[in-house]
């Protein structure tokens, strides 16, 4: 089976182009010097990133239909809140590394660059193994479920510093040279006639790796909304590139937001069950067995219209609660930097 697509090969290129446009703005204008950003600035491009979205949304809406456009700002406002979980993460790397408060916006970007190539990447190799094997809808429908689970089990336990991350940051120092310090913005530096890597790329690493984890959530999540390659690449590229914006405005705050990733539990976990509703149940292997789908659950698709409703129903109650009955004990400390700093 193939995948129909409301992208031409035009749109394709316009989309690519003013992403490419956009971020050379950003880093080589208006962030061409290494400074901190403050919350008014990570406010502006906030509210520049979703603007542009959302008329980037207008337009698929306009010109597609309200399915289509429905679609793409469910897969969109699904895959900017799945973000807030990376930026909880991204806040445990940058006190774990240290990282100066000047560096961030650096290291960010670079990371958005990565994730952009990376989440192409499974995009294709997802819609590719959908193509293939009709059954991988199921797999990627099971995976949500167990994963909105968990979250919901787990709660707001706070990452590991000490797991994960860290276990990135010994392979690399295993295995490439590496500086014992930062060295200003860089992630390439040479001493003598040999190239170091700085401490900064080292925490770049850690952040790829972060967003790989994630992003075996975050793409079958958006599987569950569309199959269309444009709207699924579209929305989740501009819900990422406003994610270093979005950093720097929640970084002080986002430690209230307690009930948040329970919420984020039931969406990954409706989501699963509507991708499994969306195949039915009793088909695929079990016809060689004489059982008929009808035997089990003809499939079922749910509204869009319905699933962004939900969806965003979930995520507001869920800030508000964690807003209303905050725990006593709730607090935020540094995000990074130097002790002392």
Avoid at 59 to 77: D, H, N, P, R
Avoid at 115 to 134: D, S
Avoid at 232 to 261: K, Q, W
Avoid at 264 to 273: E, I, K, R, S
């Amino acid at each position: 089976m193939g995948f129909d697509s409301v992208g031409s090969p035009l749109l394709w290129g316009a989309f690519l182009v003013g992403v490419l446009f956009m971020l050379a703005l950003d880093l080589g204008v208006f962030h061409k010097d290494t400074h901190r950003v403050t919350t008014r600035e990570a406010l502006l491009w906030s509210t520049v990133w979703v603007s542009l979205s959302l008329a980037f949304n207008g337009f698929i809406w306009w010109q597609f239909g309200a399915t289509q456009g429905l679609e793409w700002l469910s897969a969109y406002v699904i895959e900017k809140s799945l973000s807030v979980d990376n930026i909880f993460v991204f806040i445990v790397i940058f006190r774990y590394m240290k990282v100066p408060r000047d560096h961030l916006h650096r290291v960010l970007f670079a990371g958005i660059l990565g994730a952009l190539v990376l989440r192409a990447a499974f995009i294709l190799v997802g819609l590719g193994l959908i193509e293939m094997f009709t059954w991988s809808l199921y797999l990627f429908g099971g995976f949500l479920i167990y994963t909105g689970l968990k979250l919901l089990v787990a709660g707001d336990d706070p990452p590991d510093e000490e797991a994960g991350d860290s276990w990135v940051k010994r392979k690399a120092e295993q295995w490439l040279r590496v500086t014992r310090d930062f060295e200003g913005p860089k992630f390439f530096v040479k001493h003598g006639n040999k190239w170091f890597v700085t401490t900064l790329f080292v925490c770049l690493l850690m952040i790829e790796t972060a967003d790989v984890i994630f992003a075996l959530d975050s793409i079958p999540a958006i599987f569950g909304i569309s199959r269309d390659p444009f709207i699924v690449f579209t929305s989740n590229v501009c819900a990422v590139l406003g994610l270093r914006a979005m950093f720097f405005l929640l970084e002080s705050v986002i430690d209230r937001f307690h009930y948040l990733p329970y919420g984020l539990g039931v969406v990954l976990t409706f989501v699963g069950v509507k991708m499994v509703l969306a195949e039915g149940l009793g088909g695929l292997g079990l016809y060689a067995l004489g059982v008929e789908r009808s035997a089990w659950l003809d499939s079922y698709e749910v509204p869009i219209g319905l699933s962004l409703g939900l969806v965003a129903t979930v995520l507001v109650l869920s800030i508000l609660a964690s807003l209303l009955f905050a725990p006593s004990t709730a607090g935020s400390g540094p995000t990074s930097g130097t002790p002392g700093e």
